[in-house]
């Protein structure tokens, strides 16, 4: 079956605009995982869905980010006025229940 | 002090070589992590191990939970198997989120042929 994929693959936007990335996990996956990864640093949590519970946003590093998981399946991160320092590949994961997260191939983000 | 901690930060290695990663944490963990990063960024999960050892083709993966500390072992090396291996633990100390992953930093290898 297909895996966990993520759209745009690239977005270049100037400073100050919005974006959205999209993440289409596995189909049945309860749980949805957003991570950034930032130029030559380690990956770093952002927010995470499970199932109707209200998601843990505590990763989330300002309030110009946000997420939002549509009927327990596709989730779209939006920020807002984006900064420079915003620029990262976006990867979204997905799982059963505590079970082995499976990675989407990300998305790279240039704020120029 | 990080709460994740991975040695060494970058290993070169011949083929055919016993690779051995290290991981050491500070926190409650519920579950750890090891993941692999390719060089064209998509990562895979390898294991998710809470206890014991777990083996899957040339790769081991074994936890000490007393002591706080994981390897990652590769078998017989291969230059396919370059990349970055990062460690990563599930906290029980961030409310009982089952979401929130600490990553270490990432190991990178090299295996020469």
């Known amino acids: 079956g297909a895996g966990v994929s993520q759209s745009p693959s690239n977005k270049v936007t100037e400073k100050g605009k919005d974006v959205e990335l999209r993440c289409d996990p596995i189909?049945?996956?309860?749980?949805l995982y957003w991570y950034r990864q930032s130029l030559g640093q380690g990956l770093e949590f952002l927010i995470y869905?499970?199932?109707?519970?209200?998601?843990?946003k505590s990763g989330l590093p300002s309030d110009r980010f946000s997420a939002e998981r549509t009927g327990g399946s596709v989730s779209t991160l939006t920020i807002q006025r984006t900064q420079q320092e915003d620029s990262a590949v976006y990867l979204c994961?997905?799982?059963?229940?505590?079970?082995?997260?499976?990675f989407g191939p990300g998305t790279r983000l240039l704020v120029l | 002090k990080n709460e994740v901690e991975q040695s060494p930060q970058n290993l070169t290695a011949q083929e055919g070589e016993f690779i051995t990663i290290n991981c050491s944490y500070s926190?409650?963990?519920?579950?750890l992590h090891w993941l692999q990063q390719h060089p064209g960024g998509g990562i895979v999960s390898l294991f998710m191990?809470?206890?014991g050892k777990k083996k899957h083709g040339r790769l081991i993966a074994t936890i000490n939970i007393q002591e706080k500390h994981s390897s990652l072992h590769i078998t017989a090396s291969h230059p396919r198997d370059s990349a970055v291996y990062i460690c990563?633990?599930?906290?029980?100390?961030?409310?009982?989120?089952?979401?929130?992953?600490?990553f270490g930093k990432g190991t990178k290898l090299s295996v020469k042929p």
């Open positions: 189909s049945g996956h309860t749980a």
């Open positions: 990563a633990v599930r906290s029980m100390d961030y409310g009982g989120s089952q979401g929130n992953l600490i």
């Open positions: 191990l809470s206890s």
């Open positions: 869905f499970q199932g109707n519970s209200a998601p843990d």
């Open positions: 994961a997905s799982s059963p229940l505590q079970q082995t997260q499976y």
């Open positions: 926190v409650g963990i519920s579950a």
